[in-house]
């Protein structure tokens, strides 16, 4: 159950210039100020890029041949980083309603991230199906880790956690 501040539907993310992205299993958005764009008669619905907090893609089972995590790569990618939807990024100074704080101040929410609104993605397969982590081994190291799905969750195996580390970066 989520606050009320949150809305969780299912379709497709718009952006200011009315391009569209492909079909997603969950779109978690913005409740007070602009949840759905637009509602379709078999219930598709159209939310604005600004307001999406997270996506995610929701499986059954797990087939190695269908290559359901490569597949949701791509459609982060394209969101992301492909420029196939425009997305205008949030200053961290930005409180919400046409209210800022002042050019010097920053939320310390956002520590990490030069703006607020960064895409959260994740994907839930209910049984683990053909999965062995070789699988997606070789995806893993190919591509950067801000491209990757933030979670993947095996309901019957357990869980793909791609996090950033700053370990690294302080040394």
Same mark, same amino acid.
């Given at each position: 159950?989520?606050?009320?501040?949150?809305?969780?539907?299912?379709?497709?993310?718009?952006?200011?210039?009315?391009?569209?992205?492909?079909?997603?299993?969950?779109?978690?958005?913005?409740?007070?100020?602009? +949840?759905?764009?637009m509602?379709?008669?078999?219930?598709?619905?159209?939310?604005?890029?600004?307001?999406?907090y997270?996506?995610?893609?929701?499986?059954?089972?797990?087939?190695?041949?269908?290559?359901?995590?490569?597949?949701?790569?791509?459609?982060?990618?394209?969101?992301?980083?492909?420029?196939?939807l425009?997305?205008?990024?949030v200053?961290?100074?930005?409180?919400?309603?046409?209210?800022?704080?002042?050019?010097?101040?920053?939320?310390d929410?956002? +520590?990490?991230?030069p703006?607020?609104?960064p895409?959260?993605?994740?994907?839930?397969f209910?049984?683990?199906?053909?999965?062995?982590?070789?699988?997606?081994?070789?995806?893993?190291?190919?591509?950067?880790?801000?491209?990757? +799905?933030?979670?993947?969750?095996?309901?019957?195996?357990?869980?793909?956690?791609?996090?950033r580390?700053?370990?690294e970066?302080?040394?």
């Open positions: 159950k989520l606050p009320t501040s949150y809305y969780v539907g299912h379709g497709h993310i718009v952006d200011s210039q009315l391009n569209s992205s492909n079909e997603l299993d969950i779109v978690i958005a913005d409740n007070l100020s602009a +949840p759905v764009l509602n379709t008669a078999n219930g598709t619905e159209y939310f604005i890029f600004e307001s999406v997270s996506i995610g893609e929701i499986k059954s089972t797990y087939y190695k041949s269908k290559n359901y995590i490569k597949d949701f790569i791509g459609v982060v990618s394209d969101l992301k980083f492909k420029n196939k425009q997305r205008e990024r200053p961290t100074n930005y409180l919400g309603n046409g209210i800022s704080l002042g050019g010097g101040l920053r939320l929410r956002t +520590p990490v991230w703006y607020m609104n895409l959260f993605s994740f994907m839930l209910v049984n683990s199906g053909d999965f062995s982590i070789e699988d997606i081994q070789e995806i893993y190291k190919e591509r950067k880790a801000i491209e990757l +799905p933030n979670i993947i969750c095996f309901l019957d195996k357990g869980l793909i956690v791609n996090f580390s700053n370990v970066e302080s040394k």
